[in-house]
């Protein structure tokens, strides 16, 4: 780790003082004001899987950390069914409180070949648009998820791209942006999500980071990385921060060299016993990590 002495840490500190002198209140205030922009989440998807809505956001507010993707069909029940008063309920919920509802990470995809599984999975991401935007959500996670043997790889592209675009402009209507998780065994290749995206290329259709082992692939994390960095929408999904087989801190580098004023969304796969004591935790990892960063 690079150090610097107290004669040279000194002449640093006289130089900005008398640069914000010369450049005034503004710079000064830019001075106090320089830090990362990017945020700690997380995802209901096994830590809060079975949370009630207001454990989910009790949790949260005692770990500080300030958003949530709540995961549909969890015990939490934020759904299509809930009617316009239950959905009230759900908002007022969040207002009330530190935690911000980020959106909802639902599990329709677009990769089917029966067509009629299609549209209906389009509908229901449609109705999930609209729960988003009356509960006070900001989005819609989805899926690409899959290839098929029987259908040429490029119609599988188009297919799941012009749904996208489809649900982009739905949700543009409504302020919901939606986030194409990268997902699937041969659609979570960063080179393929590219290829999909460019055919999504409707600006309220994004990707959702997902931090797989997929990552590293063929020219390794940073190549991958730079694909579709230019299309990173407010999520980023990661496991636990600590975990040493996937390159966090290069991650969170990137994330604040490129300004991302999203959020990191902890969606952690092991099952401790305190998991409340494990958000902090994290909480505290990520912040060691953002300071390097």
Known sequence: MATIDRKTFLKDVSLLAGASLLAGPAFAADITQ??????????????????DLPTVIKNCADTNI????????????????LNAAQRLEVKKRFADSPVQLIG???????????QGKLKASIEQAKEFIRLSADVGGSGVKVKPNALHKEVPVEKTIAQIGESLNELARYGAELGQQIRLEVHGE?????????????VANHPNAKI???????????????????LVKDRFGATCHVRELDRTDY?????????????????VLLECHTNPADKVASMKEQRAVFDRMIARA
Request: aromatic share 14%; hydrophobic share 35%; with cysteine.
């Open 34 to 51: 320089m830090k990362p922009a990017v945020k700690l989440g997380f995802v209901t998807y096994l830590w809060g899987k079975d949370w």
């Open 66 to 81: 300030h958003g949530v993707e709540l995961r549909v069909e969890h015990a939490h029940n934020v759904m299509p069914n």
């Open 104 to 114: 909802l990470g639902t599990n329709q995809q677009f990769d089917y070949v029966d």
């Open 186 to 198: 041969e659609t979570q290749e960063l080179p393929m999500t590219k290829r999909i995206m460019d």
């Open 208 to 226: 959702c980071w997902n931090c797989n082992p997929q990552d590293l692939n063929g020219n390794g994390f940073q190549y991958n990385f730079d």
């Open 247 to 263: 390159p966090y801190q290069q991650l969170l580098n990137n994330l604040v060299k490129m300004n991302y004023n999203g959020w």
